[in-house]
């Protein structure tokens, strides 16, 4: 028997937990658990790209 219904469950993408519907921190499109999260996935993103872009 399968499930139809499938819930659509957000991974925070920083620590790959499941978010919860009240606790969700919305940013850049995306779904994080908190802000630690968010600003951990930031700095990997930066470290990743070469090109510096500081004005
Ligand atoms: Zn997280």
Redesign the pocket.
Known sequence: MAKEKEEQVTN?P??K?HLLKAKKYYRNGQY???KN?WVKMNKEAKAGSTEETES
Do not use: S
């Open positions: 925070c920083a620590c937990k994080f658990c908190n999260c």
